[in-house]
Every structure is written in C-alpha cells, then in structure tokens.
C-alpha cells in the first residue's frame, strides 16, 4: 500500500492539537448537477442505505439520481442564503466560536470543521492538520445521537484516512450527548427564548431525523438515544406528557422508518382540535434542508391545510452562546490528559538548536 507523503518534520516541534468538527454535508450549491454529485456520495455510503451495493448501485445510477437531484435542487434553493448552505454557514460559526471560547479559556486548540459528504473533507482537512503540525485531534460529530448512519460514517472517513497515513495522529472520538446536561440546557433555553417572545403553544412536538426501524433492531441506539433527549427536554421545561410529542421525519423509500411520523402526527393535531403547535428538531445542531424546507415550510402547510391555526418553529441551537459553551465543555472533557498550553517559543528554539547542533534534523 502506498501511503500519503508526510509534511516535513522538526525535532522539537511542539505536539499540537486539534477539535475537527463533522457534519454531516451539503451540496456546493442549488443545482441538479451540483444535487447529482452530493446524493451520488451521500446515498453511496453503506452506512446510510443498507441493500447490497450491486442492488442499489443499479437503483441509485439508473433512477434516483435522474429524477431526484432537479426536485431537491429546488428545495434547496428555497433555503439557500447569500453565505450558501446553513447548514454550511452554521457549522462554520459553531466551528469559529468553538474555537474563540476554548482560546479565551486559555487553551491552545486549533478547531476546524469538516463534512461527510462534500467539501471541506474529512480527509482534507485532517491533511491540513498534520501540515500544521498537529499530533492530537479530537474528533466531534455534530450530531448528539449516535446513530450507524451518521456517527459511524464520520468515524469510518477518519479510519479510512488514517489507513493511509504513515503517522497517524492520536485520535479521540465523541461518540454521544444526547443526555449531557449542558447540551440539554441549551436546548430548554432556546425554547425559553422562544416562548418569551412568541408565546407558548398547546403542543411543543420534538422532531428527530428519521431512520430504518429495522436498525433499532439491529442494535442502533438511535431511538432510544432521541427519546431519552425528548423526555429530558421535557424535564427541563417542566412539560407534562400531554404537553408534547416526539416524532420522526424525513422518511425515505418504502420500508417503514421510525415511527410516529412528523406531518401525520401535526395533521393528526389539527384534526383533533389543537389549534397550535411549537416545534423543535433536537438532534439537528444547525438548522439545514431538513428544518427550515421540510419543517418549517411543508410540515407548516400540512398543519394549517388540516386545521391548525399557529405553527411556530423553534431554530436549531445554531450560533447560540450556551450550545457553544456547551460544546467547548464537551470537547475539554474528552480531552482530559492533553496538554492544551500555549508552547513555549524559546524553549522550542532551544530544542531545535540542540537538535541540529546534533545533526538530527530529519
């Protein structure tokens, strides 16, 4: 196996470190062509489709990716700002603000960000890392449940990386924190916001990306992970069981998904009286295709079109203050151990003198 060239090397450098921050991914911009290549890689991964690959391959090439890029294309233009994607605008702030309050906390951190599928890499930029001499990284999924289809996706990009780097980095990697109290707190918080501004409704519906109830199965944590968030936001917003609920959305395909469903379950409401709903997606840390079109904008007309006659949607934590704190605690948590101090320029010129006096540059 040929491996990848190192970046050049000093003794004596200083062992830096590093948060890489991964979402999940977004297309570079709202065009068929540009939909076309980001389904190609997304739908591609095992870890999100699980039908043998010379199945899908043949569904995938010769159906899905003639007909869907053009109508997501659409969605996403819908969405899309002057900075582009949210999604990539917001992962891009929480990146910048991590990195901010870990440098006013006084540790020495370089903190990027990455995605799945698209650009920047996960690959890419861990390239980028080394280059700068960096020998520790923490790797950080965006997404607070863990599931096989998300979280393990990033770890498998990592791996596959590393499979050909001849020096690879000390490596750390957050599997979860759907149940962190300070990632909770920052979730009741930006509904308190909410509700002091908007007013609270009859039902606050928590909705959660949906995934194959044939993993749950299968031993995913996925489901009961997003449960146990629901019931602790719930907790911690003093609602009682009848004051909300917990659904799943974004289904795709025809095998049944985790249920209940989100837009059944808000034309259900309406049906059945409740005039207005908030709602939340808590597994979502930055607001994307999935909250602002599919919530915010098809779920809402379902809900008024059946009945209803107040939906108001709760943004995802975004750039918000606490999640950002949150976060950095998060981070120095799994990072126990490291040296996270600023290095020592004169002692490091002292080392690299000492080293070349002894001819042992490399």
């Known amino acids: 196996m040929a491996f990848n060239k190192e970046p050049s090397f000093q003794h004596g450098q200083a062992a830096k470190t590093a948060v890489l921050y991964c979402n999940l991914g977004t297309p570079s ?24 690959k010379p199945i899908w391959w043949l569904i995938l090439h010769g159906i899905i990716l003639r007909v869907r890029p053009k109508k997501s294309a659409a969605k996403y233009a819908s969405i899309w700002t002057e900075g582009g994607s949210p999604l990539k605008v917001f992962t891009e702030q929480q990146a910048q603000s991590l990195g901010t309050a870990l440098h006013e906390r006084g540790h020495s951190v370089t903190v990027r960000y990455a995605m799945r599928y698209g650009q920047p890499s996960i690959p890419e930029q861990l390239d980028a890392l080394k280059a700068e001499g960096v020998q520790r990284v923490l ?85 009961c992970e997003c449960m146990k968030t629901g019931r602790l936001l719930a907790e911690a917003l003093g609602l009682s069981k009848d004051q909300y609920k917990l659904t ?22 309406a049906q059945q009286g409740v005039k207005k709903v908030d709602v939340i997606c808590p597994g979502f840390t930055g607001d994307c295709l999935e909250t602002l079109e599919e919530i915010q904008q098809e779920a809402q007309e379902a809900f008024l079109h059946a009945g209803g006659e107040g939906f108001s949607y709760i943004p995802c934590l975004n750039n918000h203050a606490q999640w950002i704190e949150a976060l950095a605690d998060i981070s120095l948590g799994h990072m ?24 042992s540059q490399v």
């Open 336 to 359: 126990q151990g490291w040296d996270l101090s600023a290095p020592d320029e004169k002692a490091l010129q002292a080392s690299r003198a000492r080293a070349l006096a002894a001819g």
């Open 248 to 269: 799943f959305q974004s289904r795709f395909g025809k095998a049944k998904w985790l249920e209940p469903y989100t837009e059944p379950t808000l034309i259900a409401l």
């Open 139 to 223: 790797i950080v999924p965006a997404y607070p449940q863990y599931s096989g289809t998300t979280t393990a996706s990033v770890f498998d990009a990592v791996y596959r990386w590393g499979l050909k780097t001849r020096l690879v980095p000390e490596m750390r990697f957050v599997n979860r924190y759907h149940d962190d109290p300070r990632y909770i707190a920052a979730l009741a918080q930006t509904v308190r916001e909410h509700w002091a501004t908007h007013g609270q409704a009859e039902k606050l519906v928590m909705s959660f990306h949906g995934v194959p109830e044939r993993t749950l199965y299968l031993g995913d944590p996925y489901h």
């Open 29 to 52: 911009a709202p065009t068929a062509p540009a939909l076309r290549k980001y389904l190609a890689e997304f739908l591609g991964d095992s870890r999100v489709v699980e039908i043998p």
